[in-house]
């Protein structure tokens, strides 16, 4: 008797609290396992390590996702960094991610996916938020696309904690990218040596 295929569902969803690789802790990954491209808002319920719930605190998602403005193209996927605040946020260690609301928007997939990196005054990729000068931003798909880019700072890591964000600044102007290009987006003076990481995520597109 031939076994049937199972289908897979319609969104995966992947919470890591601490990232082994040095990159961003406490990302939420959801990939989009079908053809139409969406604009999901999530709900989070954090809980501690033993599994109980914490209910003073407070999650967002530095990209929006609980607010339901990032895009999810079909077949792609979506990242976020989650920002836990209020009594017990150290404590966090995982969350329950509920689909409270999903929206099909006209967005193509990707071929590709868009990309943000911190470039140094010689716009070369750098890790040192003292050789933060710049936001490389390239765009690899033959179609514009619209990206909202944000600047993530973070707290000193405790022992093995997760490193909690502390503060996130997002560029006042959607970043418009033509088809199959690339731009350098400078910091102003006062905000150099702060930030850890930049972040960003798709819009609806406004480039025409």
Do not use: C
């Not at 350098?184 to 960003?200: A, S, Y």
């Amino acid at each position: 008797m031939k076994r049937r295929e199972r289908k897979p569902p319609p969104f995966n969803v992947q919470y890591t609290p601490v990232a082994t690789d040095g990159s961003l802790d406490q990302v939420l990954t959801i990939k989009n396992n079908t053809e139409v491209s969406v604009q999901p808002t999530l709900r989070f319920t954090p809980y501690d390590v033993y599994g109980r719930e914490l209910p003073h605190v407070t999650t967002q998602g530095v990209n929006g996702s609980h607010v339901g403005g990032p895009v999810l193209p079909a077949g792609g996927t979506l990242l976020d960094v989650l920002r836990f605040d209020g009594q017990g946020s150290h404590l966090v260690r995982g969350v329950r991610v509920e689909l409270a609301a999903v929206e099909e928007v006209d967005h193509p997939a990707l071929e590709q996916d868009v990309k943000t990196v911190m470039i140094d005054l010689d716009q070369k990729a750098t890790a040192d938020p003292e050789d933060f000068w710049g936001i490389g931003v390239v765009n690899p798909n033959p179609f514009g696309v619209t990206m909202r880019v944000s600047l993530v700072e973070l707290e000193d890591r405790v022992r093995d904690q997760p490193r909690q964000v502390s503060d996130v600044v997002t560029l006042t102007d959607d970043v418009d990218m033509a088809s199959m290009s690339n731009h350098v987006i400078w910091l102003p003076e006062d905000v150099r040596g702060q930030f850890h990481e930049v972040v960003h995520h798709l819009r609806m597109p406004s480039y025409a």
